[in-house]
């Protein structure tokens, strides 16, 4: 009778698979769907976002706003009509905003001082030199795509003397205090030839300069005298100048399979290994704690119980004989052992901890996803935006991993402590409201930061702002499938039998004693007891295994470069895991031998205490490597790190809670 309803399931999940496929096709390893061109064909040149970078005197970040490439103040050349490029979500997201542009590129044709038609001599007012200077100030650079390619500049790494691209160029440098702008740019274009006539290209440098003497001769064609006179854009009156590029091609023997190698530089690797060496070191000492603590402290007093039962059946065997020979110390609890009958007692605020327990693991399971796919290189550079489009749709598809771990996790503490383990015996118990919760409420708070966040973007004109009918599509998202998985995995939650605890919970709860002196075989640990000290101590280890790679992200976010240490991102992430479970065992067995049974919480915020030090860490970030000018970026720099880090103490709370 029920054979139709299977049916239609059926059909629904095979639309689903076929629309995830469309989605699939987006993906591709590096160097699958190569470019080809014939000599003296167009190749196109995009042009995207103005970002910050470091500075190359103090090595500092000036800024956290991006700017469109055609906003106004900068009188960049335009074609006839601008046409956006078509982009991912998650390139939308992180800021990206490619557009055409009017340069013409033809392969392994050289052109030398050339100009763009219809352009001509551009005039800075007063008010745009500001801004304009403004941004050299702040070391901006300009971001040009070449077939996918970024245009950068050739860097030498001063440690091992490695050639590199770093992509992005410079918008102008400081030189004796003052902001000289750069109009002309020399575009060095590397081309291989797999196969006759059939040329691919596999780097893109570009070498800006100054040059007010430069002019246009009309038609394309320009004047470039050298040596060129650096161009400082007035303040105080209006600046005329012209752009002008030039062209070269060389020859390379790199393939295009291994051409963004030369973008893929690793800064000392041995940062890495060192840090990987000491979270493993770290790793190995906690388990070994744990494995004595389990093997040595727990069998010694298992071994005790096991001499009082058989006591026991001796004694009622012999009517009552033989009590005196009994050691009086096997029949002394203490520690633990005395809140056997309290340690399933129902926490406080049970929905809030299970809607917390879910929301983590759907965010532990698009964590671990999305590092294990770029992992695998499925997520390539090439693929703009395919980091963040990947992790929106893994959020959406685990809704109901959320939506099953929150229902279930809620459902076995309303069990605990009531009558023949049946949850509807609780008058506490709200199944509905947890469901509508899980998928609603801390979406709510990420987006409502989000959403608060981008207002300050629109403000300042950034083209980091999210646009509106984007945010219409997170939203479509969120309630037409994230929240629909959550419900139907709520509902699995429900239909299956709660966890019976192994031992009957006291109808009295047992009162809770002062933190004291607390036995751990031959360990006096008083303060592990009380929850600042103990939270304090936990989140260093995790913390520790993941601090050189969060320091590398931290810098490729707010510098906008390219992360890709992905090898090293999945083992630091694998240790951070095991240490934060193997930390909080070791917490927990603490608190309950301080005969303290409220060990939910505590193994939560144990192993969430991490992301303290993950805000504390952005806040050193913008001390040592961050010089903001203005509120906004500091607004946006403090609102995104406790948007992140509150992100963190909700994953990285979950699994120590199920350890």
Same mark, same amino acid.
């Given at each position: 009778?029920?054979?139709?309803?299977?049916?239609?399931?059926?059909?629904?999940?095979?639309?689903?698979?076929?629309?995830?496929?469309?989605?699939? #096709?987006?993906?591709?390893?590096?160097?699958?769907?190569?470019? =080809?061109?014939?000599?003296?064909?167009?190749?196109?040149? $995009?042009?995207?976002?103005?970002?910050?970078?470091?500075?190359?005197?103090?090595?500092?970040?000036?800024?956290?706003?991006? %700017?469109?490439?055609?906003?106004?103040?900068?009188?960049?050349?335009?074609?006839?009509?601008?046409?956006?490029?078509?982009?991912?979500?998650?390139?939308?997201?992180?800021?990206?905003?490619?557009?055409?542009?009017?340069?013409?590129? +033809?392969?392994?044709?050289?052109?030398?001082?050339? *100009?763009?038609?219809?352009?001509?001599?551009?005039?800075?007012?007063?008010?745009?030199?500001?801004?304009?200077?403004?941004?050299?100030?702040?070391?901006?650079?300009?971001?040009?795509?070449?077939?996918?390619?970024?245009?950068?500049?050739?860097?030498?790494?001063?440690?091992? @003397?490695?050639?590199?691209?770093?992509?992005?160029?410079?918008? &102008?440098?400081?030189?004796?205090?003052?902001?000289?702008?750069?109009?002309?740019?020399?575009?060095?274009?590397?081309?291989?030839?797999?196969?006759?006539?059939?040329?691919?290209?596999?780097?893109?440098?570009?070498?800006?300069?100054? /040059?007010?003497?430069?002019?246009?001769?009309?038609?394309?064609? &320009?004047?470039?005298?050298?040596?060129?006179?650096?161009?400082?854009?007035?303040?105080?009156?209006?600046?005329? !100048?012209?752009?002008?590029?030039?062209?070269?091609?060389?020859?390379? #023997?790199?393939?295009?399979?291994?051409?963004?190698?030369?973008?893929?530089?690793?800064?000392?690797?041995?940062?890495?290994?060192?840090?990987?060496?000491?979270?493993?070191?770290?790793?190995?000492?906690?388990?070994?704690?744990?494995?004595?603590?389990?093997?040595?402290?727990?069998?010694?007093?298992?071994?005790?119980? /096991?001499?009082?039962?058989?006591?026991?059946?001796?004694?009622?065997?012999?009517?009552?004989?033989?009590?005196?020979?009994?050691?009086? /110390?096997?029949?002394?609890?203490? @520690?633990?052992?005395?809140?056997?009958?309290?340690?399933?007692?129902?926490?406080?605020?049970?929905?809030?901890?299970?809607?917390?327990?879910?929301?983590?693991?759907?965010?532990?399971?698009?964590? &671990?996803?999305?590092?294990?796919?770029?992992?695998?290189?499925?997520?390539?550079?090439?693929?703009?935006?395919?980091?963040?489009?990947?992790?929106? !749709?893994?959020?959406?598809?685990?809704? @109901?991993?959320?939506?099953?771990?929150?229902?279930?996790?809620?459902?076995?503490?309303?069990?605990?402590?009531?009558?023949?383990?049946?949850?509807?015996?609780?008058?506490?118990?709200?199944?509905? +409201?947890?469901?509508?919760?899980?998928?609603?409420?801390?979406?709510?708070?990420?987006?409502?930061?989000?959403?608060?966040?981008?207002?300050?973007?629109? &403000?300042?004109?950034?083209?980091?702002?999210?646009?509106?009918? *984007?945010?219409?599509?997170?939203?479509?998202?969120? %309630?037409?499938? #994230?929240?629909?998985?959550?419900?139907?995995?709520?509902?699995?939650?429900?239909?299956?039998?709660?966890?019976?605890?192994?031992?009957?919970?006291?109808?009295?709860?047992?009162?809770?004693?002062?933190?004291?002196?607390? #036995?751990?075989? =031959?360990?006096?640990? *008083?303060?592990?007891?009380?929850?600042?000290?103990?939270?304090?101590?936990?989140?260093?280890?995790?913390?520790?295994?993941? %601090?050189?790679?969060?320091?590398?992200?931290?810098?490729?976010?707010?510098?906008?470069?390219?992360?890709?240490?992905?090898?090293?991102?999945?083992?630091?992430? @694998?240790?951070?895991?095991?240490?934060?479970?193997?930390?909080?065992?070791?917490?927990? $067995?603490?608190?309950?031998?301080?005969?303290?049974?409220?060990?939910?919480?505590?193994?939560?915020?144990?192993?969430?205490?991490?992301?303290?030090?993950?805000?504390?860490?952005?806040?050193?970030?913008?001390? =040592?490597?961050?010089? %903001?000018?203005? !509120?906004?970026?500091?607004?946006?720099?403090?609102?995104?790190?406790?948007?992140?880090?509150?992100?963190?103490?909700?994953?990285?709370?979950?699994?120590?809670?199920?350890?």
């Amino acid at each position: 009778m029920r054979l139709p309803r299977h049916n239609n399931l059926c059909k629904s999940l095979i639309t689903c698979l076929l629309l995830l496929t469309s989605h699939a #096709s987006a993906f591709y390893l590096p160097g699958v769907a190569p470019t =080809s061109y014939k000599e003296g064909d167009i190749v196109p040149l $995009y042009v995207n976002r103005l970002t910050p970078s470091v500075s190359t005197g103090d090595l500092q970040v000036r800024s956290a706003l991006s %700017f469109d490439y055609y906003s106004d103040p900068f009188h960049f050349c335009q074609p006839e009509q601008i046409a956006g490029q078509h982009e991912s979500l998650g390139s939308i997201i992180f800021g990206d905003r490619i557009a055409n542009s009017p340069f013409e590129l +033809r392969m392994k044709q050289d052109q030398k001082c050339r *100009t763009i038609k219809g352009c001509g001599e551009q005039t800075f007012s007063k008010e745009d030199a500001q801004f304009v200077n403004k941004r050299i100030y702040q070391s901006f650079n300009l971001n040009w795509l070449v077939d996918g390619l970024p245009a950068g500049e050739e860097m030498i790494d001063s440690r091992s @003397g490695d050639t590199f691209y770093s992509p992005g160029f410079a918008l &102008g440098v400081m030189k004796d205090n003052k902001a000289v702008f750069n109009n002309h740019y020399d575009i060095i274009i590397d081309y291989h030839e797999p196969s006759r006539d059939q040329f691919r290209v596999v780097g893109v440098e570009v070498q800006p300069s100054s /040059n007010a003497k430069a002019k246009d001769t009309g038609d394309g064609s &320009g004047e470039c005298p050298q040596p060129p006179e650096p161009i400082v854009l007035r303040e105080d009156a209006e600046t005329k !100048l012209v752009f002008t590029y030039s062209v070269t091609w060389h020859e390379s #023997s790199t393939p295009f399979a291994t051409r963004w190698d030369k973008y893929l530089h690793v800064y000392d690797p041995k940062i890495h290994w060192f840090s990987l060496v000491n979270a493993a070191v770290i790793v190995v000492f906690l388990s070994a704690m744990v494995f004595v603590i389990l093997v040595r402290t727990l069998k010694r007093d298992i071994t005790r119980y /096991n001499k009082l039962d058989a006591f026991v059946l001796e004694d009622m065997g012999n009517g009552g004989a033989g009590g005196a020979d009994f050691d009086d /110390n096997v029949q002394e609890d203490s @520690g633990w052992k005395l809140i056997h009958g309290d340690v399933f007692r129902p926490p406080r605020q049970a929905m809030l901890l299970s809607i917390l327990v879910g929301n983590g693991a759907q965010l532990f399971m698009m964590t &671990g996803f999305t590092i294990a796919f770029a992992l695998l290189g499925f997520l390539s550079p090439s693929n703009r935006g395919s980091l963040g489009s990947v992790m929106v !749709l893994l959020y959406t598809l685990f809704g @109901g991993i959320g939506g099953f771990f929150s229902s279930y996790t809620y459902k076995a503490l309303s069990v605990a402590g009531h009558s023949n383990g049946d949850e509807s015996k609780n008058p506490n118990y709200r199944w509905k +409201r947890n469901m509508l919760l899980t998928p609603l409420a801390l979406p709510s708070v990420v987006f409502g930061t989000f959403f608060l966040l981008d207002l300050f973007l629109w &403000g300042k004109g950034a083209s980091g702002a999210v646009p509106f009918t *984007t945010m219409l599509v997170i939203i479509a998202i969120w %309630f037409l499938i #994230s929240t629909p998985l959550s419900l139907a995995g709520s509902w699995l939650a429900l239909r299956r039998r709660a966890p019976q605890p192994p031992v009957r919970t006291n109808q009295i709860p047992r009162q809770i004693p002062e933190p004291g002196a607390i #036995s751990a075989g =031959s360990s006096t640990i *008083t303060w592990l007891a009380r929850p600042v000290p103990a939270v304090i101590l936990t989140g260093i280890p995790p913390f520790v295994a993941i %601090f050189f790679e969060l320091y590398f992200i931290m810098a490729s976010l707010w510098s906008a470069k390219i992360y890709y240490m992905f090898g090293f991102l999945f083992l630091c992430f @694998g240790l951070m895991v095991v240490t934060c479970a193997t930390v909080t065992v070791l917490a927990v $067995y603490f608190l309950l031998c301080a005969e303290n049974y409220h060990w939910q919480w505590r193994s939560f915020v144990t192993g969430g205490a991490c992301s303290v030090y993950v805000f504390l860490h952005a806040l050193g970030f913008w001390a =040592s490597r961050l010089s %903001f000018g203005s !509120l906004t970026s500091a607004v946006l720099y403090l609102g995104y790190s406790l948007l992140i880090s509150g992100l963190v103490f909700v994953l990285t709370g979950e699994f120590p809670f199920f350890s």
